[in-house]
């Protein structure tokens, strides 16, 4: 594994000394600031990139998942993150497998579908090793191909039909907080938090949080979140709006999921149109800031503040 990370930093140390510095848009510090990122990528360990591979052989075809647990009960689709030992981190092949789920589960005939964690974490947003699997192409590629997959996994969300609910489990970071603002419901255990470090990380808003954030909880507290990274316990994100109800962590699961199962006998046909009314004003205005989101993501994530985070938290000198 160390291999083939070698061989793509080799590749993209040719490309880079093949290219003046001119064209490359950079400045010398940043290109240096590259450069040691991609050495750190070579030098890690095999475990990032394994977890961010497809296995052959996984049979989307059958529904399975290698980061996800879907069941289908009781009316209710259940799509579950299941890398508890990575706090739940979206890996790249993870992203598709949600991408892949949500939209069966809009086909499939349950009437609602419910987004959870498994462990101690809801998920700790993106899998931060998601950037040490640089293509041929260079850290430009990289960034572009994110900022596709971050448009078209943040569209599925979007465009998602039925009511969809989080059950958010324990502390949730990154995008797996932004998106809920896309959600129609949130129920949150007393142990979960709200945290989106982006300034932290030398990155910026995604998942609509720079438009469904301000909306849902005034622009003040949408400023402290996004800019200011305020981590919220599960009581004050219900408080701006952003949870829907709070249970104590004892009887959370019993609690929420009794409730799902009386609501998931609703007629469906009701909830997906009431859904549509509530939302589809919106949707135009979400994806075009979708696109804007993503689009400014892409440069972020060749920032000199981005990569010397990465860095930091890949070589385990910081975390959140
Ligand atoms: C690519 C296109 C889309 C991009 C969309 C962009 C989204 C932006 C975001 O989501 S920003 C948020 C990114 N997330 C983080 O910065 C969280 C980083 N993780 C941490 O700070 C900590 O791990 C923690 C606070 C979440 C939990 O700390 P704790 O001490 O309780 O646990 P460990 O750190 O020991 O975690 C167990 C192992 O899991 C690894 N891990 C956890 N989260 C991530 C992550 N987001 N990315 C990669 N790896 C993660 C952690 O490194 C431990 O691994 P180890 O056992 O090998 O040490």
């Given at each position: 594994?160390?291999?083939?990370?070698?061989?793509?930093?080799?590749?993209?140390?040719?490309?880079?000394?093949?290219?003046?510095?001119?064209?490359?848009?950079?400045?010398?510090?940043?290109?240096?600031?590259?450069?040691?990122?991609?050495?750190?990528?070579?030098?890690?360990?095999?475990?990032?990139?394994?977890?961010?591979?497809?296995?052959?052989?996984?049979?989307?075809?059958?529904?399975?998942?290698?980061?996800?647990?879907?069941?289908?009960?009781?009316?209710?689709?259940?799509?579950?993150?299941?890398?508890?030992?990575?706090?739940?981190?979206?890996?790249?092949?993870?992203?598709?497998?949600?991408?892949?789920a949500l939209k069966a589960a809009s086909k499939d005939d349950s009437t609602i579908t419910v987004v959870t964690g498994n462990g101690d974490y809801y998920c700790s947003g993106n899998?931060?090793?998601?950037?040490?699997?640089?293509?041929?192409?260079?850290?430009?590629?990289?960034?572009?191909?994110?900022?596709?997959?971050?448009?078209?996994?943040?569209?599925?969300?979007?465009?998602?039909?039925?009511?969809?609910?989080?059950?958010?489990?324990?502390?949730?970071?990154?995008?797996?907080?932004?998106?809920?603002?896309?959600?129609?419901?949130?129920?949150?255990?007393?142990?979960?938090?709200?945290?989106?470090?982006?300034?932290?990380?030398?990155?910026?808003?995604?998942?609509?949080?720079?438009?469904?954030?301000?909306?849902?909880?005034?622009?003040?507290?949408?400023?402290?979140?996004?800019?200011?990274?305020?981590?919220?316990?599960?009581?004050?994100?219900?408080?701006?709006?952003?949870?829907?109800?709070?249970?104590?962590?004892?009887?959370?699961?019993?609690?929420?999921?009794?409730?799902?199962?009386?609501?998931?006998?609703?007629?469906?046909?009701?909830?997906?149109?009431?859904?549509?009314?509530?939302?589809?004003?919106?949707?135009?205005?979400?994806?075009?800031?979708?696109?804007?989101?993503?689009?400014?993501?892409?440069?972020?994530?060749?920032?000199?503040?981005?990569?010397?985070?990465?860095?930091?938290?890949?070589?385990?000198?910081?975390?959140?």
């Amino acid at each position: 594994m160390a291999g083939v990370a070698g061989r793509l930093a080799r590749r993209w140390c040719r490309s880079a000394v093949r290219r003046p510095l001119k064209d490359l848009a950079i400045c010398p510090n940043q290109e240096t600031a590259r450069q040691n990122y991609v050495d750190l990528v070579s030098s890690l360990t095999s475990s990032s990139e394994s977890s961010t591979q497809v296995k052959p052989g996984a049979d989307r075809g059958q529904q399975e998942y290698e980061n996800l647990v879907v069941t289908s009960e009781d009316g209710i689709t259940k799509i579950m993150f299941n890398r508890p030992t990575r706090k739940n981190a979206i890996s790249t092949q993870m992203y598709q497998e949600i991408m892949l789920a949500l939209k069966a589960a809009s086909k499939d005939d349950s009437t609602i579908t419910v987004v959870t964690g498994n462990g101690d974490y809801y998920c700790s947003g993106n899998d931060l090793a998601n950037f040490t699997d640089i293509p041929p192409g260079g850290v430009e590629e990289k960034a572009k191909q994110s900022a596709i997959m971050l448009r078209d996994f943040v569209g599925t969300f979007i465009d998602f039909p039925k009511p969809l609910v989080a059950v958010v489990n324990g502390p949730a970071v990154g995008i797996s907080v932004t998106i809920l603002g896309l959600f129609d419901a949130v129920y949150a255990s007393d142990r979960a938090t709200f945290h989106t470090p982006f300034s932290h990380l030398g990155l910026s808003p995604e998942g609509c949080a720079s438009y469904t954030f301000p909306k849902i909880m005034g622009p003040a507290k949408a400023t402290e979140m996004l800019i200011f990274g305020k981590k919220l316990t599960a009581g004050e994100a219900c408080a701006q709006g952003l949870v829907t109800e709070v249970f104590p962590d004892s009887t959370f699961q019993k609690e929420v999921w009794t409730r799902l199962k009386a609501y998931s006998k609703l007629p469906p046909n009701s909830m997906r149109i009431s859904k549509q009314v509530i939302r589809n004003m919106e949707k135009e205005k979400l994806h075009a800031v979708n696109a804007e989101e993503s689009s400014v993501l892409q440069e972020r994530w060749l920032s000199d503040e981005c990569i010397n985070a990465t860095m930091n938290f890949l070589s385990k000198k910081a975390k959140l």
